[in-house]
């Protein structure tokens, strides 16, 4: 988030009482995400192929393909399923995200009556969630891995929940990570800028979409429920807080605990703005690149490693930051819906269609203004 848009911004230069980040001793240290190399898989990189003997039997080839393709889509609604089932209420381990599309993802997700895990309007009921965080590691050999996205998100859109997706598959054919959990962490109101609903919409908006959408995206409202900006380098320390500390990391098969890194996920123009003169405080940019590390994924004509490069702090830390290519491009912007719902456009297959409900039913942006300027800005959000 541009620390700027806090209406009690100060110049780092000029502010002498920044809150101080976690130490370093409460922070896991971690292997920086920089992909691998071939000789990092240890095994010969010219090794013959296995015997024949040692491969899968055709059969079992067969039979776990067919079950891929196994699942069909509901024709009726006797066939959906929900909240009440009884396969829900059977307790089994949460496993770490992959591409394959899982039973409960069949069909219109967003119709299906899975039940929403709400989060909490107030700091004094707030419970950190964790009802799709990865119980233990699928792979011992790889280290666990959250993600963590810090935006308005007034409103969600599908680039949002794109970019949790390109992550995984750069983090799971780049890197020796494995991702075990995702978090949208939406600004307080205190964030003064001009489009933004409140709080409380934003957050329900974030939940509507993943939790009808994804099967291991969340949402966290600690930052939301702040009474002031909260620096990002300090909502990543909440993660920290939540997941090292007080859950003691994540279990291995070998019943081991291990430490989690946690990565900010972010847009090109949000690590741009990291670059501008006296915005970000120096010690923020090294905790977050150095202790934590970011996943950058570029928008449309923004050559970002360009600007790495350029950039002391963040080329210093370069080893913990990973740029992801969009293949397909998508500049969806949650400052062009807005335009469009003022305008009474549609905005149909642009965001969720839960979302576009919500924000019918509470008739959010209708009434809005924002500067000429703003909305055709190469760097909405």
Not at 39 to 68: C, E, K
Not at 196 to 210: N, T
Not at 345 to 366: D, F, G, T
């Amino acid at each position: 988030m541009d620390p700027t848009n806090d209406p009690n911004f100060t110049p780092p230069s000029k502010n002498r009482e920044i809150e101080p980040t976690a130490p370093s001793s409460k922070i896991p240290k971690n292997a920086p995400i920089q992909p691998f190399v071939l000789a990092d898989l240890g095994v010969a990189v010219d090794a013959p192929p296995p015997h024949p003997s040692h491969q899968l039997p055709p059969s079992s080839v067969a039979s776990s393909a067919g079950d891929i393709y196994r699942s069909k889509i509901p024709r009726r609604h006797t066939e959906l399923s929900n909240s009440s089932s009884d396969e829900e209420k059977i307790e089994k381990p949460i496993l770490p995200p992959t591409i394959k599309v899982r039973a409960s993802q069949i069909a219109d997700l967003e119709e299906v009556p899975h039940g929403i895990q709400r989060q909490a309007k107030t700091l004094d009921k707030y419970e950190f969630p964790t009802h799709r965080l990865a119980t233990s590691l699928s792979d011992d050999s790889k280290y666990p891995l959250v993600i963590v996205a810090c935006g308005s998100f007034s409103p969600i859109t599908y680039l949002h929940l794109r970019m949790f997706e390109m992550a995984l598959d750069a983090i799971s054919e780049q890197t020796r990570f494995e991702v075990i959990g995702g978090y949208y962490s939406p600004v307080s109101s205190n964030y003064k800028k001009q489009g933004l609903a409140p709080a409380h919409h934003r957050v329900r908006m974030c939940e509507l979409a993943c939790e009808r959408t994804s099967s291991w995206l969340m949402v966290d409202a600690w930052e939301s429920l702040q009474d002031k900006y909260t620096r990002t380098a300090l909502v990543l320390d909440h993660f920290n807080e939540e997941l090292n500390i007080k859950r003691k990391g994540i279990l291995t098969s070998s019943g081991e605990r291990r430490g989690i890194k946690i990565m900010l996920l972010a847009g090109g123009d949000l690590i741009e703005s990291m670059g501008e003169p006296d915005v970000w405080a120096d010690q923020d940019l090294h905790h977050i690149l150095g202790k934590y590390g970011c996943l950058i994924v570029e928008r449309t004509g923004a050559d970002v490693r360009s600007f790495l490069l350029s950039h002391d702090i963040m080329y210093e830390h370069s080893r913990n930051v990973l740029v992801i290519k969009q293949l397909i491009y998508n500049d969806i912007s949650s400052t062009k819906i807005r335009l469009f719902i003022r305008r009474g456009m549609s905005v149909q297959y642009l965001l969720p269609n839960s979302v576009i409900r919500y924000i019918q039913e509470h008739k959010l942006y209708i009434n809005d203004t924002e500067p000429v300027k703003q909305v055709m800005s190469d760097k909405a959000d």
